[in-house]
C-alpha cells in the first residue's frame, strides 16, 4: 500500500527537500494551499486535499483540513481491525505522515500596530486539530511540527522503511508542547484584552534559553527560559558579547543589578552579591558613579556582578578591569573600553537596551512545591507615595535627595532591609535579617564613620523604636519608612528627641 503525507506549513523552511526526498521514498503527497503552490513550483508531484475530501475549501480557506477523509486516516488505531474496516467502507486511506506548522499567531500580535481583527484572524484552527490528531494516533503515525526534525524522520524512514515507536513519540510530545504554547499565547492574548489580571486558571508558556551546566548547586540540574515576546531591556533579552556562558547563579544576580539600575535616570552604576545590591552609585559621569558604587563596599563587591545605565567609557574601564568581576551589564561599551575589558578571560560583558523601561504591566511568579504565585511587580516609587513628615523637623534638601536614594534602593534588598545612603551613594546595607534592629546594626557597622551624617531607609515600619536609637546614635539624620505601625509615635518621639527628621511614604517595600 503507498505510504501518503499531509504536508500543510505556513513557514516553509527547508520544504522542498523534506517533500522531495519522502517522494523519493514513495510518499504520495497531500497538501493545500500555499504549500501545494510551492511544492507545485517545485516541480514535485502533489494531490490536492480538496480532491481526496471532495469538497472545496470554503471561507477564504477557514475550512479546508476538517474533514473526515483526513481526520479518520489521521485516528485509525492500525491495530484494531474494526477502525481499519470503517474508514475502508467510508473510501478513507490511512495517512502516515503529518507535517504541519501553523499561522504567526506570535509575530503577528508582536507588532504593536496589530489590529484585534487580524490577530484574531492569525488564530489557525485546521492546522492544531490535524496535529493533535496525528500526535494522539502516534503508534502509528509520524507527526512533524519542527523543520530542525525533518532530516531526522528522512535518515529514520531511509535506514529502516519507517520511524520507530520512540521517535514518534518523542515528536508526539513536541506537537502537544507545540499546540499548548500556541493556545497559551493566544489565551493570554485574549485575556488582557478582557482585563482579566487573575484568571480561574493561569497558562503560561516560555521558550528555552539555553541549558546551564548546573543550578545553585552543581548537584542541581538547570536551563534557562524566556518569555515569547523578547524583551531587550531584561536579562533574557541580553546580549553577551565576551565571556563564557552564564551560570543559574549569574543570571539571577544580573536579573537583580539590571533590577536596580533601572530604577535611575542620572547616571548609575549597582554591584550586586547574592542577589543584594552591595553599592550603588549615581554621579555626572559614569566613572564617578563607578567610584561611589565601588567606595561604598570595596570588600563585597570583589567576584560580584555590576551594573551601568549609561555606555561604559574607558576611564570607567580601566577601574573595572583591576576587580575581580563575574558580569558587567550596560547599554553599550566604546570599543577601547571593550577591547580593555576583553583582555579579561573569564568576565562577561552584557549589553542590555536602556531604551525602554521594563513592561508596566509586568508580573512576577514564584514557585512554591505545589503551586505558584502571582503578582504585579513593585513599581512603586516616590512620585506615586503620599509623604507625610511627622517628626518636629523636617528634611532638607540634600538629606531628601538621600532619602530617595535609600527608598530606591531598599526596595531591591531582601526584607527585613535597613539601607543608609549619603552623597549620592549608599554607604551600609543590611539585608534579609531577622529583625529590623538587626539589620540596621549590621548596616551601620558597615558604614562606620561614614553613618554620621546619613539617612536610613527602611523597607518597613519600625515595630519598636530601638532602630530609631541605633540610627541617631550613628549620627543618622533623616529616616524614611512606610510608617503604619501601632508604635508609630515611638519611633517619633525617639526621632524627636535626637533632631532627626523623619518621613512616612505609606508604601511598604518586602521583598522575600
Same mark, same amino acid.
Given at each position: ?64 483540513t476538517l474533514h473526515p477523509a483526513l481526520h479518520g486516516g489521521f485516528l485509525a488505531d492500525r491495530s484494531k481491525e474494526s477502525h481499519l474496516e470503517q474508514i475502508k467502507e467510508q473510501g478513507i486511506e490511512p495517512i502516515d505522515l503529518v507535517a504541519v506548522n501553523l499561522y504567526p499567531f506570535k509575530q ?39 523543520? +530542525? ?74 536551563a534557562f527560559y524566556k518569555e515569547a515576546f523578547e524583551d531587550a531591556s531584561s536579562i533574557a533579552g541580553a546580549k553577551q558579547l565576551h565571556g563564557k556562558a552564564l551560570s543559574y547563579n549569574n543570571i539571577r544576580d544580573a536579573d537583580a543589578a539590571l533590577s536596580i539600575v533601572q530604577e535611575f535616570d ?21 566613572? +564617578? ?224
Amino acid at each position: 500500500m503507498t505510504k501518503r503525507a499531509l504536508i500543510s506549513v505556513f513557514d516553509k523552511e527547508g520544504l522542498i527537500p523534506f517533500v522531495n526526498s519522502l517522494t523519493k521514498l514513495g510518499y504520495e503527497i497531500l497538501s493545500t494551499g500555499g504549500t501545494k503552490k510551492a511544492i507545485e513550483a517545485a516541480g514535485l508531484p502533489v494531490v490536492s486535499v480538496s480532491d481526496v475530501t471532495g469538497f472545496p475549501e470554503i471561507l477564504e480557506g477557514r475550512v479546508k483540513t476538517l474533514h473526515p477523509a483526513l481526520h479518520g486516516g489521521f485516528l485509525a488505531d492500525r491495530s484494531k481491525e474494526s477502525h481499519l474496516e470503517q474508514i475502508k467502507e467510508q473510501g478513507i486511506e490511512p495517512i502516515d505522515l503529518v507535517a504541519v506548522n501553523l499561522y504567526p499567531f506570535k509575530q503577528t500580535v508582536a507588532n504593536p500596530d496589530v489590529t484585534y481583527e487580524d490577530a484574531v484572524e492569525n488564530i489557525d484552527i485546521g492546522g492544531p486539530s490535524m496535529l493533535r490528531a496525528a500526535a494522539k494516533n502516534h503508534a502509528s503515525v509520524t507527526v512533524v511540527c519542527d523543520a +530542525a526534525d525533518y532530516d531526522t524522520v528522512i535518515e529514520a524512514l531511509e535506514t529502516h522503511g519507517e520511524t520507530d515507536f520512540e521517535l514518534r513519540q518523542r515528536l508526539a510530545a513536541k506537537v502537544f508542547r507545540y499546540t499548548a504554547a500556541y493556545d497559551a499565547l493566544i489565551a493570554d492574548y485574549l485575556t488582557k484584552k478582557t482585563g482579566e489580571a487573575f484568571p480561574e486558571s493561569f497558562t503560561v508558556t516560555f521558550e528555552k534559553n539555553q541549558d546551564l551546566r548546573y543550578g545553585e548547586n552543581p548537584h542541581q540540574k538547570a536551563a534557562f527560559y524566556k518569555e515569547a515576546f523578547e524583551d531587550a531591556s531584561s536579562i533574557a533579552g541580553a546580549k553577551q558579547l565576551h565571556g563564557k556562558a552564564l551560570s543559574y547563579n549569574n543570571i539571577r544576580d544580573a536579573d537583580a543589578a539590571l533590577s536596580i539600575v533601572q530604577e535611575f535616570d542620572k547616571p548609575a552604576v549597582v554591584a550586586v552579591k547574592h542577589m543584594n545590591p552591595c553599592g550603588i552609585g549615581i554621579g555626572e559621569t559614569i566613572e +564617578a558613579a563607578f567610584q561611589k558604587a565601588y567606595e561604598a563596599d570595596p570588600v563585597s563587591i570583589f567576584g560580584g556582578i555590576v551594573a551601568s545605565n549609561q555606555e561604559i567609557d574607558v576611564a570607567t574601564a580601566e577601574h573595572l578591569r583591576q576587580i575581580f568581576l563575574e558580569i558587567i551589564i550596560a547599554p553599550s561599551y566604546t570599543p577601547e573600553a571593550f577591547e580593555i575589558l576583553s583582555k579579561k578571560k573569564n568576565i562577561r560583558l552584557l549589553t542590555v537596551s536602556f531604551e525602554q523601561k521594563a513592561k508596566e504591566e509586568s508580573q512576577q511568579l514564584t514557585s512554591v512545591h505545589g503551586g505558584l504565585l502571582i503578582q504585579d511587580s513593585d513599581r512603586l516609587g516616590l512620585e506615586e507615595a503620599e509623604l507625610t513628615y511627622p517628626t518636629k523637623r523636617k528634611p532638607t534638601e540634600d538629606e531628601m535627595r538621600a532619602l530617595a536614594l535609600g527608598w530606591k534602593a531598599v526596595k531591591h534588598v531582601k526584607s527585613n532591609a535597613i539601607v543608609l545612603a549619603k552623597d549620592d551613594c549608599t554607604i551600609g546595607i543590611g539585608a534579609g535579617q531577622m529583625n529590623r534592629v538587626g539589620a540596621a546594626k549590621i548596616a551601620i557597622e558597615q558604614a562606620g564613620e561614614k553613618a554620621k551624617g546619613s539617612v536610613l531607609a527602611s523597607d518597613a515600619f519600625f515595630p519598636m523604636n530601638d532602630t530609631v536609637e541605633e540610627a541617631a546614635k550613628a549620627g543618622v539624620t533623616a529616616i524614611i519608612q512606610p510608617g503604619g505601625s501601632i508604635k508609630d509615635q515611638d519611633s517619633i518621639d525617639m526621632a524627636d528627641q535626637y533632631g532627626i527628621a523623619m518621613v512616612f511614604t505609606g508604601i511598604r517595600h518586602f521583598k522575600h
